[in-house]
């Protein structure tokens, strides 16, 4: 059983939808990383959130983090192609915040 | 265009050659680290430095040797590597300090025949 549970795994939806990624666990986390990676290149941070019920935006990216500090959300607006890609959660294991696991991922794709 | 640069972006190799991969950052983070990522997986770390020393080892085979010769430069030493070892690497730096972003390289995709 994974440390971080991420739904769903792929998404498929058309440009201009909306679209809803979550991120789940039984534990606590002092605070949680947002990362998308494109095919070919590396992850790249989207957002930090550190304080429970702490909502975050991004132009079109909303993220929010669990009254609880147990789960994260985050929701895209009018998705657009350029949105692709994988979209993952990551939390850190250790009090020095260097260990990093990552949530399984959520595979979108948007379609034009 | 990313700030953590690794080299080479692709590489085959057999299973009884030596290769390294290479990790060059400038941005001044004393934290670099190594993870792997296999097909439609997330990254898994693998190992973490800082301040040019090895602070965490994930259990990691003894035929993946890393290296950090100074604070901008980390090296993945490979030798007898196994097919199941075919997997994208990735490079990543930040500062050190709680929960810091991390700066990922586009990987090396090593392929071992």
């Known amino acids: 059983t994974q440390l971080l549970e991420q739904s769903p795994q792929f998404l498929s939806i058309q440009e201009g939808e909306n679209l809803t990624v979550y991120c789940n666990s039984s534990s606590v986390f002092s605070s949680l990383q947002w990362y998308r990676q494109e095919p070919g290149e590396g992850p790249v941070l989207l957002v930090t959130?550190?304080?429970?019920?702490e909502v975050k935006k991004l132009k079109r990216l909303t993220f929010q983090f669990g009254d609880a500090r147990k789960d994260s959300s985050l929701h895209i607006t009018a998705a657009q192609p350029g949105d692709t890609g994988l979209y993952l959660c990551?939390?850190?294991?250790?009090?020095?915040?260097?260990?990093?696991?990552f949530g399984g991922g959520t595979r979108l794709m948007v379609k034009p | 265009d990313t700030e953590v640069t690794q080299t080479p972006k692709h590489l085959v190799m057999g299973m009884t050659n030596k290769k390294s991969l290479k990790c060059e950052q400038h941005?001044?983070?004393?934290?670099m680290y190594w993870y792997k990522q296999k097909a439609k997986k997330p990254p898994e770390l693998m190992f973490v430095y800082s301040y040019e020393k090895l602070s965490i080892n994930e259990s990691v085979p003894s035929r993946f040797s890393p290296e950090c010769p100074n604070s901008s430069l980390l090296n993945l030493h490979l030798h007898a590597l196994q097919p199941e070892d075919s997997a994208l690497y990735l490079c990543a730096s930040s500062q050190v300090g709680g929960s810091q972003p991390q700066h990922f390289g586009d990987g090396t995709r090593l392929s071992i025949l």
């Open positions: 959130v550190v304080t429970g019920g």
């Open positions: 990551a939390v850190a294991l250790n009090n020095a915040g260097n260990m990093l696991t």
């Open positions: 941005m001044g983070h004393r934290a």
